[in-house]
């Protein structure tokens, strides 16, 4: 079975601040990859997601992931967050064969100061 | 349009009663989800409808936990003697679902189930 793995629970960056946010997961297959986000208060919904192509992809709000195959990773970056950017983030994975459920990491809280 | 909506909002339960909650799914969506999210944990699958086919219970942690889907829509997630551990934000989540995984899974606002 699959897992993930995000390595920080807790972030707290000022604004301006760069941010990168760790996922590596294990499987011995291809993947499609995710980022969901959860704003307080609000659902979880998708930031970005990687199928296949390039491996850079970009999502909403100027994130991007990079798909690194070789180190079994996915990380988020952005090069300045706002005080906006608070939310939980989490990494999901899921299986290219037949219907697959998502796998998910246990999600880092992201705390933006102004 | 209306995206996935769930109820109660919140429910406060004794320990040993039985619970239902509710989701309704983006009309159209064939797949439907529930997980658990529990503090520190993540999101734990439960269980996943898709289309007619029948149901993967794989996440299910016990037999004390069923769902079922009426008309392809409408799902209802019953636990039954509830315990103090099952206290946790429960989410259910629909989708165009594809051959290899490669969808969008759109999440309700959870249902907040508290055990005393």
């Known amino acids: 079975a699959q897992s993930v793995s995000q390595h920080n629970h807790h972030v707290i960056l000022s604004e301006a601040a760069s941010l990168e946010l760790g996922c590596n997961y294990s499987?011995?297959?291809?993947?499609?990859l995710f980022w969901y986000v959860q704003y307080p208060g609000q659902h979880l919904q998708l930031l970005l997601k990687?199928?296949?192509?390039?491996?850079l992809v970009k999502g909403i709000k100027v994130f991007e992931a990079e798909f690194i195959k070789s180190k079994f990773s996915f990380n988020l970056r952005k090069p300045s967050v706002q005080w906006s950017d608070t939310a939980e983030y989490f990494c999901?994975?899921?299986?290219?064969?037949?219907?697959?459920?998502?796998?998910f990491g246990k999600g880092t809280m992201l705390l933006v100061s102004p | 349009g209306a995206g996935v909506s769930q109820s109660p909002s919140n429910k406060v339960t004794e320990k040993g009663k039985d619970v239902e909650l509710r989701c309704d799914p983006i009309?159209?969506?064939?797949?439907l989800y529930w997980y658990r999210q529990s503090l520190g944990q993540g999101l734990e699958f439960l269980i996943y409808?898709?289309?007619?086919?029948?149901?993967?219970k794989s996440g299910l942690p016990s037999d004390r936990f069923s769902a079922e889907r009426t008309g392809g829509s409408v799902s209802t997630l019953t636990i039954q003697r509830t315990q103090q551990e099952d206290s946790a934000v429960y989410l259910c989540?629909?989708?165009?679902?594809?051959?290899?995984?490669?969808?969008?899974?759109?999440f309700g606002p959870g249902t907040r189930l508290l055990v005393l």
């Open positions: 989540a629909s989708s165009l679902a594809q051959r290899g995984g490669q969808e969008t899974q759109y």
């Open positions: 499987y011995g297959g291809t993947v499609n």
């Open positions: 990687y199928f296949s192509g390039d491996p």
């Open positions: 999901a994975v899921n299986k290219k064969s037949g219907y697959s459920t998502l796998t």
């Open positions: 009309s159209g969506h064939t797949a």
């Open positions: 409808f898709q289309g007619n086919s029948a149901p993967d």
